[in-house]
């Protein structure tokens, strides 16, 4: 390139880059004027790696036609005319790297009339077959996450959503809201599950309340649990959901049931016996099921997790 004129800046063999700055058209000199017109061009040349020991060769000439300021400066670059003198001038030159780089066909690798070097018509059938059901198999595959149409949603996945969907219309649709299969949906049911499990076990632990024999089990085993999952949510907030989910399920069981250890221990009692006593007396059984479960759907109603938080 240098050797034809062209005032050449940039070399990077290992990204296999070349690039000159941008230049005047007619004396092939770097130039301070205003990037606007065919008279001031910039020419690019990068490799792209095809098999090994070869590689394509491609350059491109370009201008910009016009200023726009809301745009980046790379967007409003376009190739020259087909009569562009630089652009002529960098066609030759493709033309006779190509004359000295360029494949030597022989009568294996001559091209067949089904454009494919030494490829015969059951092969390339074979292989475009292949290539199609897989292209077929990817895109219906390709799901778009449903999520509550924020300005993360609108701006990184609403234009993936309508070009997959303008390439390929039988493409299953985006989820709408209040579908059964979209977030909101989910984390509302989670909710109602919470509302349902945590009624069920506060009106098991007030409903078994023995004044007369002191026996307050189920609101202990409430209080229990409230002071541990309060102390323990801001912990695992930030954790993955799997995680989160096990942890909490775990140290709701142990902290619903440890007020009973401690009040057993205390009154030098069998453990075991004063469990058994608390399921017999305060259905203790009902609220050690029905609040793991509430603290579960709650931690899933409140906490919303994106897609790309789930897998990291």
Not at 92 to 106: F, H, M, N, W
Not at 215 to 226: F, H, K, Q, R
């Amino acid at each position: 390139m240098r050797q034809d004129s062209l005032p050449v800046s940039i070399v990077q063999p290992r990204d296999g880059l070349i690039e000159t700055p941008w230049f005047n058209a007619k004396t092939f000199t770097e130039t301070d004027a205003r990037r606007l017109g065919p008279d001031v061009v910039q020419v690019r040349a990068w490799l792209d790696p095809t098999k090994p020991g070869s590689s394509r060769v491609t350059m491109e000439t370009v201008y910009r036609p016009l200023a726009d300021p809301s745009l980046p400066d790379r967007e409003l670059d376009r190739l020259v005319p087909s009569d562009h003198p630089v652009g002529k001038r960098v066609g030759d030159l493709i033309t006779a790297l190509a004359r000295v780089y360029g494949p030597q066909l022989s009568d294996s690798t001559r091209e067949t009339p089904f454009g494919i070097p030494g490829r015969t018509r059951w092969q390339t059938a074979f292989r475009s077959c292949c290539r199609s059901r897989i292209r077929e198999k990817t895109v219906l595959e390709y799901r778009v996450p449903s999520t509550e149409y924020s300005t993360e949603y609108r701006e990184n996945f609403a234009p993936v959503a309508s070009l997959a969907h303008s390439r390929n219309p039988n493409l299953p649709p985006v989820a709408p809201l209040l579908s059964w299969t979209s977030r909101r949906t989910g984390r509302t049911l989670a909710g109602l599950a919470a509302l349902i499990s945590f009624g069920i076990a506060i009106y098991t632990a007030i409903s078994q309340v023995d004044r007369v024999l002191h026996i307050y089990d189920g609101l202990w085993m409430l209080g229990g649990t409230a002071v541990a999952t309060g102390d323990l949510c801001s912990l695992v907030w930030s954790w993955p959901r799997d995680k989160a989910i096990a942890l909490l399920a775990l140290v709701t069981v142990i902290a619903s049931w440890t007020p009973l250890v401690a009040l057993a221990l205390r009154a030098k009692i069998p453990i075991l016996a004063r469990l058994k006593g608390a399921v017999f007396f305060s259905s203790a059984d009902v609220v050690g099921v029905a609040l793991p479960v509430g603290v579960v759907c709650l931690y899933l109603a409140v906490k919303e997790y994106r897609r790309w938080e789930v897998r990291r």
